[in-house]
């Protein structure tokens, strides 16, 4: 769960980026018919401590040093990996958001997930907690050069336009269940936002409270519509969706409620954590629900005179 207020740069990418975009994509692997004195040599001449057994291009085991070792101390080394390897294996869909990784390997301990294609079910990569620090650090420097070429001021941009009052209103449709285009709409709100110079800091929370609402629609309604009205004073959110609605918002607020179905936690996502995130990210926000008919959430930030628009170099 994010702390109040101390949003990092690292914590946005986390939300933003996908499991596929930090991944290694050269898989190393074995077959469930090579011997456990293969994977030894595999072992040293890779420096890596375990690696994905596949059949046929579908992950069917993980096979570690650990294993080997204990074949080694039970004079079993020419015995086939099948018969040692873990077919229990914890896995991530390439197309999840990097955050369920993070919070995989913190609830695990574990040192690497295979990456499975959703859609063709078939292994495609391997995540370790590496890989992910070296995506991250890449991606940082892509988006400080991106921000150099295209940073504009937000300040001129309201002060060009002539009008006694200037909103600026994006709106978003939000598919249900559609998990391959879920976070699109927050990495696109935020991208506009830091394109109209808005103050990194505010960035972070928009794009980490949106993200949590989208999911919120995407795992658990029918659909719905994300509004983002920009004056040169705020940045309001409106969250609106056609589903169950909230029966005990008290309840639904507490971290890590949640009614997730089993499926649904099976994708990595309903963790329960999406409403205390929003409320701690925003100033204010405003939650009205009705069973049977659906749930309007507003969040607000506010744009004051410590977070002036066009401050958009600060950390």
């Given at each position: 769960m994010?702390?109040?207020?101390?949003?990092?740069?690292?914590?946005?990418?986390?939300?933003?980026?996908?499991?596929?975009?930090?991944?290694?994509?050269?898989?190393?692997?074995?077959?469930?018919?090579?011997?456990?004195?293969?994977?030894?040599?595999?072992?040293?001449?890779?420096?890596?401590?375990g690696v994905p057994v596949v059949d046929e291009g579908r992950l069917v085991g993980l096979v570690s040093i650990e294993d080997f070792i204990k074949c080694l101390a039970e004079g079993e080394i020419d015995i086939p990996i099948k018969d040692r390897m873990s077919i229990n294996i914890k896995t991530l869909y390439n197309n999840e958001p990097l955050v369920q990784a993070v919070e995989e390997f913190d609830r695990t301990g574990y040192g690497r997930f295979p990456v499975i294609d959703r859609e063709s079910g078939e292994l495609?990569?391997?995540?370790?907690?590496?890989?992910?620090?070296?995506?991250?650090?890449?991606?940082?420097?892509?988006?400080?050069?991106?921000?150099?070429?295209h940073r504009y001021r937000a300040s001129h941009f309201f002060e060009d336009i002539v009008a006694d009052k200037t909103t600026l209103i994006f709106q978003y449709k939000v598919i249900s269940k559609d998990f391959n285009r879920a976070g699109q709409t927050s990495s696109g709100l935020k991208k506009t936002l830091r394109r109209m110079g808005m103050p990194s800091k505010v960035i972070r929370r928009v794009a980490i409270a949106t993200y949590e609402a989208e999911m919120n629609i995407v795992v658990f309604t029918d659909g719905g519509q994300i509004t983002a009205r920009i004056t040169p004073q705020e940045i309001r959110i409106d969250i609106v969706d056609s589903g169950p609605g909230i029966p005990d918002i008290e309840k639904a607020m507490q971290p890590g409620f949640s009614t997730a179905?089993?499926?649904?936690?099976?994708?990595?996502?309903?963790?329960?954590?999406?409403?205390?995130?929003?409320?701690?990210?925003?100033?204010?926000?405003?939650?009205?629900?009705?069973?049977g008919k659906g749930t309007h959430l507003e969040i607000t930030f506010n744009l004051n005179e410590k977070m002036k628009l066009g401050s958009g170099n600060d950390s």
């Open positions: 994010i702390g109040e207020r101390d949003i990092t740069k690292v914590q946005e990418l986390v939300y933003e980026m996908k499991v596929e975009q930090v991944m290694t994509k050269d898989i190393i692997s074995v077959s469930p018919h090579s011997l456990m004195i293969e994977l030894r040599d595999l072992l040293r001449e890779k420096r890596i401590s495609v990569g391997i995540i370790t907690k590496g890989d992910i620090v070296r995506g991250l650090l890449k991606k940082i420097e892509i988006e400080y050069h991106a921000e150099e070429i179905p089993d499926w649904i936690r099976e994708l990595g996502f309903g963790a329960g954590m999406g409403l205390p995130n929003i409320k701690k990210c925003s100033d204010q926000m405003n939650l009205d629900s009705t069973v």
